[in-house]
């Protein structure tokens, strides 16, 4: 289930369907990372082949990344059943 997000344009999406805060052609991909994150109740309920989830290393160890399409990325913290600070990013 999801806690929490970090980004507002992706939360609006989550809520309404509204892509203007998202690449609007990232719409599809978003949408099915982010019902696979909603209905999670463990790690391991997102580790599917469609979604390829992968923790990120050094400073944001404990951070979870799904690829949207490069160089996008859902980031997220996963606690206690629930994915926390929800973010839509681009990697460096």
Request: net charge positive; proline share 5%.
């Amino acid at each position: 289930m999801i806690k929490s997000f970090a980004h507002r344009g992706l939360e609006h999406f989550f809520r309404t369907g509204n892509a203007a805060g998202i690449q609007p052609h990232h719409a599809p991909r978003v949408r099915l990372i982010l019902a696979q994150l909603q209905q999670a109740r463990t790690l391991a309920d997102i580790c599917i082949p469609a979604l390829h989830p992968y923790e990120l290393t050094g400073e944001r160890q404990g951070v979870w990344a799904v690829s949207v399409q490069a160089p996008w990325q859902i980031t997220f913290r996963f606690a206690a059943g629930e994915a926390e600070a929800v973010a839509y990013e681009t990697y460096a």
